[in-house]
């Protein structure tokens, strides 16, 4: 069975600091892919980034960066400088690969983000 | 491109009324749509999986006789809460996928059961 905790329920931090959510995920499966999403109160969900089982390398994206490691089965993610609009919730999820013919994504229960000015 | 709209974005119906939510991929055909379930400060959960023309896929603990679910074309897909209760009260966001296997959300219906 597929797995993503989230042990982080809600994070608070002041404007301009550095943040990281952090995701650990199970599988059996040897080729699946890692999500991040962001929700904001609007409720829509944004997509962050995507990464697939067999690329390790850290991800930087303006001030968000992600950090794989396969040997802790960890996906976490560091808002760097952080502001006001970063607040929401974020939810890491794990696709399998396949699953009779598509594949499901497994969410964890989401960190909320609240960054205060 | 792979947009994914849901009509209407929120509902609000009386006890013992059904309500029906469309899902539409917009510039892409959708194989597969997803129905997920929201409440407040949780996380989705999968409620079904929908084929075109393939009877739906339920979770289990999702009701299929109160969660109709109909993916009748290659771009649209309805869920109708059927006999809706304050406790079915919730977010509910379709997500679709084409081709591939990435699945693209739409921005979710808040229904309030009054």
């Known amino acids: 069975a597929q797995k993503v905790t989230q042990a982080q329920t809600e994070i608070s931090v002041v404007e301009k600091e550095d943040v990281t959510l952090d995701c650990v995920y199970e599988?059996?499966?040897?080729?699946?892919?890692l999500f991040w999403y962001k929700q904001p109160p609007s409720g829509e969900l944004v997509f962050l980034i995507r990464?697939?089982?067999?690329?390790?390398q850290n991800e930087i994206s303006g001030r968000y960066s992600w950090n794989f490691q396969k040997s802790t089965s960890s996906f976490n993610f560091t808002i760097t400088a952080s502001q006001v609009v970063d607040s929401a919730v974020y939810f890491c999820?794990?696709?399998?690969?396949?699953?009779?013919?598509?594949?499901?994504?497994?969410f964890g229960k989401g960190t909320m983000l609240l960054v205060s000015p | 491109g792979a947009v994914v709209s849901q009509h209407p974005s929120w509902v609000i119906c009386k006890s013992g009324t059904s309500v029906k939510i469309e899902c539409r991929s917009l510039?892409?055909?959708?194989?597969?749509m997803f129905w997920y379930r929201q409440f407040p400060k949780q996380s989705l959960m999968l409620m079904a999986t929908?084929?075109?023309?393939?009877?739906?896929?339920?979770e289990q603990g999702v009701e299929k006789d109160k969660f109709l679910i109909n993916h009748a074309s290659l771009t649209l897909s309805t869920l109708t809460v059927t006999s809706a209760h304050p406790e079915d009260s919730s977010f509910y966001i379709c997500?679709?996928?084409?081709?591939?296997?990435?699945?693209?959300f739409g921005p979710g219906t808040r229904l309030t059961v009054t």
């Open positions: 997500s679709a996928t084409g081709t591939g296997y990435e699945q693209y």
């Open positions: 929908s084929n075109e023309g393939s009877k739906a896929t339920y």
């Open positions: 999820a794990l696709r399998n690969f396949m699953n009779s013919g598509y594949s499901t994504l497994t």
């Open positions: 990464r697939n089982s067999f690329d390790e």
């Open positions: 599988t059996r499966d040897t080729t699946y892919y």
């Open positions: 510039d892409f055909q959708a194989t597969t």
